[in-house]
């Protein structure tokens, strides 16, 4: 299994322009997110029935990616449940292995240097 960086550099290189757009702009909503809701849980009466569901979890969002050679990395934002109350949660798979946020952070840094490092030369 290969550390974050690498990972990262290595899903993005054979990556076509249009898609590390997506990636990019994905990423950023992703990124936003995750950081109002990483350390959140909240307590809600609102769907008594689920009380007597032991403890579960709902997908908010998956966002699916692959490159040119054909690995996919495959994000998941997570809803726990449990008696009452809720917690968000992420998974992050790469070539079938999983990674931490670090894995985001680093695609994130790696995109932002491309395109806004092109942006400022232009200015």
Known sequence: MLDSQSAAQE??????????????????????THTSNCNV??????????????KRSECMQSLHFKNDQQDELIITQLKDHSFLKNSYRIEINYKNHSYDYSLISSLLDHLKQTYFMEIESYA
Do not use: H, M, V
């Open 11 to 32: 899903f993005i290189a054979t990556l076509s322009e249009y898609d590390k757009q997506l990636l990019l702009n994905s990423l950023l909503g992703l990124d936003e």
């Open 41 to 54: 849980s909240f307590y809600s009466c609102r769907n008594l029935r689920k009380l007597l569901k032991p």
